[in-house]
């Protein structure tokens, strides 16, 4: 059965933890297909760890076209968010319809994700009213690093506090299912999923949020330009496949690889009539 967004709202009603990871690819896809993992994002974090960036404003809707197509081809049983890349949204909410729908008719996303408060709901008014499914994204929100002055924790003071939590209820009331709140600290995140009624996703939001998302690059030890103190390393990957890589080296060049059985025969009567 494939997880939906009525699959999130059902979840919070029953207090059940809703887990999602990043995805950029089919390979990963059709192993995260296999898992117990409730949803996929296909983030703009692609910048980062594939695209190799240093943040995600250069990411376009071509980018998050490719990206989100490979993964829904190999991910039919979760649902799949796509994010709105850097300046596909924030222009006018007609440019904004434009390339939501682009993500579900083009790349077959099953939502799509975009980040700020208040200023952002007349796009997710649009897009709801079209049938376009929309999680927000609150917070530490990577498109503004540049606003911010760096990747800092948001909601710190009185004001910022209550500006986040004003903005989560007017995101709800514009229509979305879902809000990421990324580095933001944990008692806020509490109140926040307290006061709405549907779902939240941390990462850095501490394990009272309704549910959480981490970058699998991050969580399986491969991505290694910086760690956010909100990461855990499930695996260490990075180590695995260095080992792998030299293990081929070396065995390529003491000529051990390819062995008899990585090769194709000939008949031998046919190898005596060349030449
Ligand atoms: O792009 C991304 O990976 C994200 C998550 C960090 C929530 O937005």
Redesign the pocket.
């Known amino acids: 059965m494939k997880t939906t967004v009525a699959t999130f709202a059902k979840m919070k009603l029953e207090h059940q933890k809703i887990s999602m990871l990043?995805c950029y690819d089919y390979t990963t896809a059709k192993i995260i297909n296999e898992t117990n993992v409730d949803a996929i994002?296909v983030?703009?974090?692609v910048g980062n760890v594939m695209l190799g960036y240093p943040d995600?404003l250069s990411v376009t809707m071509e980018d998050m076209i490719t990206y989100g197509r490979a993964v829904t081809r190999g991910c039919p049983n979760k649902l799949v968010v796509i994010?709105m890349p850097f300046m596909s949204y924030q222009v006018s909410v007609e440019q904004a319809l434009v390339n939501a729908g682009r993500l579900l008719k083009e790349a077959r996303g099953n939502a799509v994700?975009l980040e700020g408060g208040a200023t952002v709901c007349p796009q997710i008014k649009a897009m709801t009213q079209a049938g376009i499914p929309v999680m927000g994204?609150l917070g530490m929100t990577?498109q503004s690093v540049n606003a911010f002055g760096g990747n800092k924790v948001q909601g710190k003071t009185l004001d910022a506090a209550n500006k986040l939590i004003e903005d989560a209820l007017k995101l709800q009331e514009a229509g979305v299912f879902s809000i990421?709140l990324?580095c933001v600290p944990a008692k806020l995140a509490k109140i926040v999923t307290e006061k709405l009624s549907v779902p939240t996703i941390g990462?850095g939001a501490g394990v009272e949020c309704d549910g959480q998302?981490l970058?699998y690059q991050d969580m399986l030890g491969m991505y290694k330009d910086f760690s956010p103190k909100f990461v855990k390393h499930y695996a260490n990957l990075a180590d695995v496949i260095t080992d792998a890589f030299n293990k081929y080296d070396e065995e390529v060049k003491g000529s051990s690889f390819p062995g008899e059985e990585h090769g194709f025969k000939i008949d031998d009567d046919v190898l005596e009539k060349l030449y």
Do not use: A, F, N, R
Request: proline share 7%.
């Open positions: 990043t994002l983030g703009d974090s995600t994010d994700k994204h990577p990421v990324e990462i998302i970058v």
